[in-house]
Nanobody, 122 residues
Framework: QVQLVESGGGLVQAGGSLRLSCAAS????????MGWYRQAPGKQREPVAV???????TYVDSVKGRFTISRDNAKNSVDLQMNSLKSEDTAVYYC????????????????WGQGTQVTVSS
């Protein structure tokens, strides 16, 4: 099993910045995607920024140029730097790994963090 622990959410004014961090409890041998999703009230969960298995990154159009995803393989972590935040970025942000293959466990499977609230005040 893998646990994903997120940190860094909070309340920020529009135009401000936040950095989200996600640490995995174990090394992940292989995955389909690793990154950040969000769910705003009354809306479906959507991918915000993810790494794909080939190493490329994908961003939802609304955050391009403002958010940057990064990964530290040695620390089994993935971060999301969010700049120029807007009120529409308000949501619960989830760290997730899909199609994860972890040594010593049956797989592949998906893992999700508990979520961290990001609130942007206008």
């Amino acid at each position: 099993q893998v646990q994903l622990v997120e940190s860094g959410g909070g309340l920020v004014q529009a135009g401000g910045s936040l950095r989200l961090s996600c640490a995995a409890s174990r090394s992940i041998f292989r995955f389909d995607t690793m990154g950040w999703y969000r769910q705003a009230p009354g809306k479906q969960r959507e991918p915000v920024a993810v790494f794909t298995t080939g190493g490329s990154t994908t961003y939802v159009d609304s955050v391009k140029g403002r958010f940057t995803i990064s990964r530290d393989n040695a620390k089994n972590s993935v971060d999301l730097q969010m700049n120029s935040l807007k009120s529409e970025d308000t949501a619960v942000y989830y760290c997730a790994v899909t199609g994860a293959v972890v040594p010593g466990t049956l797989g592949p499977r998906n893992y999700w963090g508990q979520g961290t609230q990001v609130t942007v005040s206008s």
